[in-house]
């Protein structure tokens, strides 16, 4: 095992998909404002703007796909914690 694998199993995988899902978060809002920024506000041609806004639109469906993936697994891996936790007792 590498020095990086063995400082990886350290992180709890609870806090891992915690912070996996503010990084989306973050992603998701920063696609959507440079989305809109780029298709309104900037000088750039018609088929550009065009481009931005499909792509930023594209990109605001994955990562909230990818969101809403990860909510789930996090909601499923801290209910098998729980009933692990209860069956130990």
Do not use: C, P, R, W
């Amino acid at each position: 095992m590498s020095f990086l694998t063995k400082g990886l199993d350290k992180v709890d995988t609870g806090i891992q998909m915690e912070a996996s899902m503010v990084a989306m978060g973050v992603m998701l809002i920063g696609v959507l404002i440079g989305g809109i920024y780029a298709t309104f506000f900037t000088g750039i041609a018609l088929g550009l703007k065009i481009l931005a806004g499909i792509n930023s639109l594209a990109g605001v469906v994955l990562l909230s796909s990818f969101f809403a993936t990860s909510y789930h697994q996090y909601k499923s891996y801290k209910e098998a914690i729980a009933m692990t936790k209860h069956l130990e007792v």
